[in-house]
């Protein structure tokens, strides 16, 4: 059984970049969700997907964006990167896309916007 | 709004100490709460996970409780070790909203040998 994978691990990009964060789930896990852990703070809910579709977002901008594919891997996109952004970003999958299932994290991607 | 809050904010013991965490949160309509490990620049090590018609949960070292009414979790840590050492944050499923968790801040622990 593997665990839930993330890439790239560290990235620096400038303000006005795009970027696109990957993640593939546990073996058989259908859900993905991703989070921004900025330094020193809990993570903040972005959104869920649940069998390729959006399944919940929390108060992100729409620039915050998502795919998730067959076989349930995950993208996260985020364009028009601001400072802000700089943040590591989580996945997290799980079995049952009501939240009831234990969440599984990555290591997470660390983005910093320069 | 759900607020979830984590005290103490930071904690130093020497080795062997059994030591408790607390997590409280606003709003007892909850899912499930779920305890945390992050070692620093890390991802997040699920350690427990507490249904909400759950009172505790064990896993070897770690035993997690859950009072829904008082609006209290601990997290129990036993013997403490070097290794444990880390930021330990809880995490709760809103039942209004169990999409999506809500977290504390953590509570940052240090086991001194």
């Known amino acids: 059984e593997t665990g839930v994978t993330q890439s790239p691990t560290h990235l620096i990009k400038t303000r006005g970049q795009q970027v696109t964060l990957r993640c593939s789930s546990q073996?058989?896990?259908?859900?993905v969700s991703w989070y921004q852990q900025a330094l020193g703070q809990g993570p903040q809910f972005i959104f869920q997907?649940?069998?390729?579709?959006?399944?919940g977002r929390g108060n992100f901008p729409p620039r915050f964006s998502g795919l998730q594919f067959p076989n349930y891997s995950s993208e996260l996109n985020v364009n028009a990167l601001e400072l802000d952004d700089s943040a590591l970003y989580l996945c997290?999958?799980?079995?049952?896309?009501?939240?009831?299932?234990?969440?599984?994290f990555g290591e997470g991607s660390r983005l910093t916007v320069l | 709004k759900q607020e979830v809050t984590q005290i103490p904010a930071a904690l130093s013991v020497p080795e062997g100490e059994n030591l408790v965490l607390n997590c409280s949160f606003t709003?007892?309509?909850?899912?499930?709460l779920q305890w945390f490990r992050q070692d620093p620049g890390k991802g997040l090590t699920s350690l427990l996970l507490?249904?909400?018609s759950q009172r505790e949960q064990t896993s070897g070292r770690l035993n997690a409780s859950l009072d829904k009414s008082s609006g209290r979790s601990t997290l129990y840590i036993a013997a403490s070790q070097p290794g444990d050492s880390a930021t330990y944050l809880c995490?709760?499923?809103?039942?209004?909203?169990?999409?999506?968790?809500?977290w504390g801040l953590g509570t940052s622990l240090a086991v001194n040998p």
């Open positions: 997290a999958s799980s079995l049952d896309g009501q939240g009831a299932g234990e969440l599984f």
């Open positions: 073996s058989g896990h259908n859900t």
């Open positions: 997907y649940y069998r390729e579709e959006e399944n």
């Open positions: 709003d007892s309509a909850i899912y499930n």
């Open positions: 507490i249904q909400s």
């Open positions: 995490a709760v499923g809103h039942a209004g909203n169990n999409r999506k968790l809500i």
